[in-house]
């Protein structure tokens, strides 16, 4: 029987993605305990369940793992004894022994990194004369309020330069250059020793909590590389932030950590169960917000809605990652709040104020969209220009260019978390003036220099984002937010001074020693807003607000602009940052919420893959040749098995691969012309054909092609399956896979796969 007479070789696209193919090495220990083709049973041998080798590039198979997992607890069940109990109490504790461990890991990495950045950015501006390895905080320590800091020096005043251009001249150099060697020392490291260890990190770890592989990714020199060029590239001074890729390295540390256990090493599932409560942790320590990280799991990688055991890991990770925190204490103030808040006011709002809280969501929505499509734009117009080939003096030109344009404004000058510190702090007698932001007389200054600086790290947050450097978007956008609501508040209490005994502000204490309007509130407010613009977080950013401020008060004003940030933002397009670059890179992830089919007529025959266009098995008779050429030519997960178009099953390629390979490997060449078939049927009524029936898949989903689409979609995201195949009679159909589902959830995306090959060439 030729080749052709049984295969229909028009293809749609390939079913799902290729497995490895070094499965002989793998599993050559086990080639002396199976019989071979000549002078034995025409059944292939039982083949020993194994667990499944993904190669980078592919996706889980969700059923196959589970199944392995349920038949590994069943086996452990049946041992007995001593060696059973010590073998059920092993198996529990070894997950736990992950976490607790990942925990305490990324708290010390975090506050590890919080004290290099505070001391890079510091030494961009001066040094402390005890010794250069003092930050300015640690070297000022220990003064009363208002006492003027001696210990610690700017260059200029070390160097002994006295002329006032001369200062300036010498201050800015050192500020360009230090920025410039920092950053292109992250890029370098990057490009050569890591090249997954750019950008934040979060799209990637959504898309293999969702079934992606990518090992890679999740390397030991990813670690040490993101680390280090996380520091470099923050003190450099772009704006970045490390926020985000923390969760990135906490899930690089679980990983590692998880292969010192054969069992964790080799089950896909609970990999990613032990990644989802790395992810918490990596939040937790980001914002020093232990319940924010559990509801960042939750809501924005869709991890924990499935199994509460999840969640609860998370949690217990989380907690862990804080403690180890605070116990380090690298912002010296023995507390775990990031930004602390101050207010003078009776913490009452008024009805007044939520016009200018309405006001922040929509600045917050319609600018974090802005930032999005700026970002989108920048990335796709990189990799087609010629900065594509030259990344790292992309990152020190870039640099060169933000150090130079912030030198000038005295809010951009300093880091983002500085900034954003002062922003949220009320002014006080006891504090210092913050740049002039208390003096009244200055008031419209303030404003236009606080607009500015959020205009400008706007466009300078949308370039950097997506450089050959590690590099977060969460704190530059609660920069920009808390410029925006300071502004604001300086506005309101303008106007408040101006005319008080207004109508709009009678509900306002009448003593004039007690104010009425907290710009430092108002920076918060706008500070949640923006960030709700760009990432389109809710719940889980209400939280990590409040744990990142300590302000209990700060809770329902941030929940009003939060919820117009969305309701805005998601009128310019639904999607956040985050889903936008998986669509960049052509990621398999669905999103989580439930797709709706606003036209509720679509059934799956309109866009499943008919049968014409899939390569198919004939399932009744077929050679060993004909199935080894199959295999050799397609690189598909899998292959509809069809008897006279009736539908007998589905086999999938690594399991008929194995077969072959056991078959063939001491067979004559003519051999190859042997028949076989996947009929029991039939090979019962036909003695000398090779029965392959016990290779095709225990659990396939047929359904008919008059199902709804929308049922489809939610059925795939749900049960986490590669495929449902589709039969009318018995007849096959059709094929739908879960790559045309992300196809179709991203349709309306103009630049969706744009960076679909950009890390793959990078390594090269």
Request: hydrophobic fraction near 45%.
């Amino acid at each position: 029987m030729s080749y052709d007479a049984v295969l229909t070789t028009r293809r749609c696209r390939n079913e799902s993605y290729p497995l490895c193919s070094n499965g002989k090495d793998d599993h050559e220990g086990e080639a002396d305990d199976i019989s071979h083709l000549e002078g034995h049973s025409h059944r292939p041998p039982e083949l020993v369940t194994l667990p499944h080798c993904y190669k980078d590039g592919t996706s889980i198979d969700w059923l196959y793992e589970e199944a392995a997992e349920r038949e590994r607890r069943h086996q452990l069940h049946t041992l007995h004894g001593l060696r059973g109990l010590l073998t059920l109490t092993f198996n529990s504790v070894q997950m736990w022994m992950v976490i607790i461990a990942t925990g305490i890991g990324i708290g010390v990495i975090g506050a590890w990194l919080d004290v290099l950045v505070k001391w890079l950015g510091d030494i961009r501006e001066g040094r402390c004369d005890r010794g250069i390895f003092y930050n300015q905080t640690v070297c000022c320590s220990g003064l009363d309020s208002g006492e003027v800091c001696t210990s610690w020096q700017t260059w200029s005043e070390y160097l002994n330069i006295t002329s006032i251009f001369g200062q300036s001249l010498l201050q800015s150099l050192i500020y360009i250059a230090l920025a410039v060697a920092f950053s292109g020392s992250a890029a370098i490291l990057v490009k050569t020793y890591a090249p997954y260890a750019f950008h934040t990190g979060i799209p990637e770890i959504k898309a293999i909590l969702g079934g992606y592989v990518l090992d890679a990714f999740l390397s030991a020199w990813t670690l040490l590389i993101k680390s280090l060029g996380l520091a470099l590239a923050v003190s450099s001074g772009l704006s970045l932030g490390k926020e985000g890729p923390l969760v990135h390295v906490s899930c690089c540390m679980a990983c590692l950590l998880s292969k010192l256990f054969k069992q964790l090493r080799q089950n896909e599932a609970q990999k990613r169960r032990i990644l989802a409560a790395a992810a918490a942790a990596g939040v937790s320590v980001a914002f020093g917000s232990p319940l924010g990280g559990v509801l960042f799991g939750l809501e924005e990688l869709d991890t924990f809605s499935k199994e509460t055991d999840v969640m609860w890991r998370g949690f217990v990770t989380s907690v862990i990652a804080a403690v180890s925190l605070q116990y380090v204490d690298p912002f010296g103030t023995k507390k775990l709040v990031l930004f602390g808040v101050s207010s003078l006011t009776d913490d009452v709002w008024r009805a007044f104020e939520l016009i200018p809280w309405i006001t922040l969501g929509v600045i917050g929505g319609a600018l974090g969209s802005l930032l999005i499509k700026l970002n989108i734009r920048f990335a796709v117009y990189r990799r087609n220009s010629i900065l594509y080939q030259w990344p790292v003096l992309e990152v020190v030109g870039v640099s060169a260019i933000t150090a130079a344009i912030s030198y000038l404004v005295v809010f951009l000058r300093v880091q983002s978390s500085e900034l954003v510190a002062n922003l949220f702090v009320e002014c006080e007698p006891s504090r210092p003036d913050y740049h002039g932001l208390c003096n009244p007389t200055a008031l419209w200054r303030n404003i236009f220099l606080l607009v500015l600086t959020a205009l400008t790290k706007v466009f300078f947050t949308a370039w950097s984002f997506g450089m050959m450097v590690p590099a977060g978007i969460f704190l530059p956008t609660i920069a920009i937010g808390a410029c925006l609501g300071r502004a604001m508040g300086l506005i309101m209490q303008g106007l408040h001074r101006a005319y008080s005994d207004a109508w709009i502000f009678s509900a306002c204490p009448s003593e004039q020693t007690i104010p009425c309007v907290s710009p430092g509130f108002y920076s918060v407010i706008g500070a949640a807003a923006m960030l709700g613009g760009v990432t389109r977080m809710t719940i889980s950013l209400v939280v990590i607000m409040f744990e990142l401020t300590g302000a209990l008060s700060h809770v329902l004003p941030i929940m009003v602009s939060v919820m117009t940030a969305k309701w805005v933002g998601e009128a310019f397009g639904k999607e956040g940052i985050y889903p936008q670059w998986i669509a960049l890179r052509n990621y398999p992830w669905i999103p989580p919420h439930e797709y709706r089919d606003m036209n509720e007529r679509l059934t799956t025959e309109s866009v499943m893959c008919p049968v014409a266009q899939l390569v198919v098995v004939e399932g009744t008779r077929t050679t060993l040749g004909d199935l080894d050429q199959l295999v050799q030519r397609y690189d598909f997960n899998g292959f509809p098995v069809v008897q006279e178009e009736m539908f007998l099953g589905f086999v999938g390629r690594e399991k008929l691969r194995l077969a072959l390979e056991q078959l063939l490997s001491e067979s004559a060449p003519t051999e190859l012309a042997r028949e076989c078939t996947f009929s029991r049927t039939y090979a019962a009524s036909e003695p000398d054909f090779i029965d392959l029936s016990s290779l095709m898949e225990v659990s396939v989903l047929e359904l008919r092609t008059e199902v709804p689409l929308e049922l489809v979609v939610n059925t795939i995201h749900k049960m986490n399956l590669r495929r449902i195949l589709f039969t009318q009679r018995g007849k096959l159909m059709g094929l739908i896979t879960k790559s045309d589902i992300v196809d179709l959830l991203t349709v309306h995306l103009p630049h969706r796969a744009a960076l679909a090959d950009f890390v793959e060439n990078r390594k090269g």
